[in-house]
């Protein structure tokens, strides 16, 4: 595979989730609508989905749509969604192409039913893809997801089907949207907020976190190597020495 100029990084993080923050700043310091933040910020997913898998990361979690962000003016959240209608699923056939397998966590399928078809399309026509998968949260909150997955556990205590005290944090991760994806080892933030803003909370229990003031729509590759090679130089404890 040709590397151009992003050889894989050793002792680089796997998995790799990123907090795309700052489309709305960036449109603002250029006089811009919000809307044309939220663009760019495409284009810059379209970047680093093609830069990752170049330096050695097999999974990439986006974080794209919180649970919290319906909070936002209905103008902004449906500029947001006609964006992922168009721009985001368009780039499917380079995912497909590539190798690359797309999965989703979060309610995504809280989304408008002809999105959730598309998505669900999506999924199914790179099931078969090994190379690179590619995560995107969608609807997703930290909380909401751990609630969904409580509901699932106390269901079954209900049922009989298991006690209380057989309740493990294993039988927690199995139950998470990302039960089937390996543990996040790097989380990045962009636009200089230094907060989880409810993405990951369990997930971030032993992961490295990295933070940058550059604002999503202006993150590339080289961004993504300096947060690849730090990683690199960290040491990882997970309690012990
Ligand atoms: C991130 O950029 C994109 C989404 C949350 C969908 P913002 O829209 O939050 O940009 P800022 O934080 O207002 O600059
Ligand atoms: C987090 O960014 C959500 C996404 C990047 C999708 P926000 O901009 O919504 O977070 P807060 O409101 O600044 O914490
Ligand atoms: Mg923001």
Do not use: C
């Not at 809280?110 to 078809?117: A, R």
């Amino acid at each position: 595979m040709p590397t151009s100029g992003l050889p894989p990084i050793p002792g680089g993080p796997r998995h790799v989730a990123i907090i795309m923050d700052g489309n709305g700043r960036w449109a603002s310091s250029r006089m811009l609508p919000r809307v044309a933040g939220h663009k760019a910020g495409v284009d810059a997913v379209r970047r680093i989905v093609r830069a990752a898998p170049k330096l050695g990361i097999e999974t990439l979690t986006l974080y794209a749509f919180s649970s919290e962000n319906w909070r936002r003016p209905a103008d902004e959240v449906s500029d947001l969604m006609s964006l992922l209608r168009h721009h985001l699923l368009a780039e499917l056939e380079e995912l497909d192409s590539n190798g690359a397998r797309l999965s989703l966590i979060g309610d995504w399928r809280g989304l408008k039913p002809d999105v959730v078809e598309r998505l669900e399309n999506a999924m199914e026509s790179t099931r078969h893809n090994e190379r690179f998968r590619l995560v995107v949260a969608l609807n997703y909150g930290g909380q909401d997801e751990l609630v969904r997955t409580v509901q699932g556990i106390a269901q079954k205590v209900a049922s009989g089907a298991i006690s209380p005290a057989a309740i493990t944090p294993q039988m927690i991760e199995a139950g998470l949207d990302t039960a089937d994806l390996p543990p996040v080892d790097l989380i990045i933030r962009s636009s200089g907020e230094q907060r989880l803003s409810n993405f990951l909370l369990w997930q971030a229990a032993y992961a490295e976190l990295w933070f940058t003031p550059t604002l999503w729509p202006d993150f590339d590759e080289n961004s993504l190597r300096e947060a690849v090679e730090a990683y690199a130089q960290r040491e990882r404890r997970f309690g012990g020495r």
